[in-house]
T-cell receptor, first 115, second 109 residues
Framework: GAVVSQHPSWVICKSGTSVKIECRSLDFQATTMFWYRQFPKQSLMLMATSNEGSKATYEQGVEKDKFLINHASLTLSTLTVTSAHPEDSSFYIC???????????FGEGSWLTVV | GESVGLHLPTLSVQEGDNSIINCAYSNSASDYFIWYKQESGKGPQFIIDIRSNMDKRQGQRVTVLLNKTVKHLSLQIAATQPGDSAVYFCAETGQNFVFGPGTRLSVLP
């Protein structure tokens, strides 16, 4: 079964609205979670590192105010795409390493379509 | 604006043949390696792992080989099936997780 769960799996939203994607670690705690974006036929692109209890660390070129990340608990991180535009349409994936750091588990991914 | 990403190399294999997917890693201090499989529209899934004190590890139809001398990792899939079509990428871990760009495996009928 999945050890990292994402919700929603698929979301369609109107331009200008905000969408929240949740990433939950099941049966283990994650002080760190990673958020990725993936375009068709391309590799994962790390967007940001979510840190429980502190601010997220964003990769160069990723707008902090557009992609709001909150890591409120040891099992939940959220990514909010604010004022979404069609170019934000993509596949968003989160991952979480175990506390031992030995293994990283991925969520099932969330498809975002902005119309 | 348009984002820049890495376009994936593709490996095409005839159904029933063996597949070999390669990965070069960069950090000689990495001590744990993982292969992931990502099917279209889904998140990556763990396939097999290997620690740096091993050269080879076998799973069901998959084998991972580690050559620390040249910092090379490979994934071998025996008797490749249509369901194996996916993107495969490796990850090296030490202090950080570093992912390879991935290889798209296409299985031809």
């Amino acid at each position: 079964g999945a050890v990292v769960s994402q919700h929603p799996s698929w979301v369609i939203c109107k331009s200008g609205t905000s969408v929240k994607i949740e990433c939950r670690s099941l049966d283990f705690q994650a002080t760190t979670m990673f958020w990725y974006r993936q375009f068709p036929k391309q590799s994962l692109m790390l967007m940001a590192t979510s840190n429980e209890g502190s601010k997220a660390t964003y990769e160069q070129g990723v707008e902090k105010d557009k992609f709001l990340i909150n890591h409120a608990s040891l099992t939940l991180s959220t990514l909010t795409v604010t004022s979404a535009h069609p170019e934000d349409s993509s596949f968003y994936i989160c991952s979480a390493p175990t506390l031992s750091g030995n293994t990283i588990y991925f969520g099932e991914g969330s498809w975002l379509t902005v119309v | 604006g348009e984002s820049v990403g890495l376009h994936l190399p593709t490996l095409s294999v005839q159904e029933g043949d063996n597949s070999i997917i390669n990965c070069a890693y960069s950090n000689s201090a990495s001590d744990y390696f993982i292969w992931y499989k990502q099917e279209s529209g889904k998140g990556p899934q763990f396939i097999i792992d290997i620690r740096s004190n091993m050269d080879k590890r076998q799973g069901q139809r998959v084998t991972v080989l580690l050559n620390k001398t040249v910092k090379h990792l490979s994934l071998q899939i025996a008797a490749t099936q249509p369901g194996d079509s996916a993107v495969y990428f490796c990850a090296e871990t030490g202090q950080n997780f570093v992912f390879g760009p991935g290889t798209r495996l296409s299985v031809l009928p």
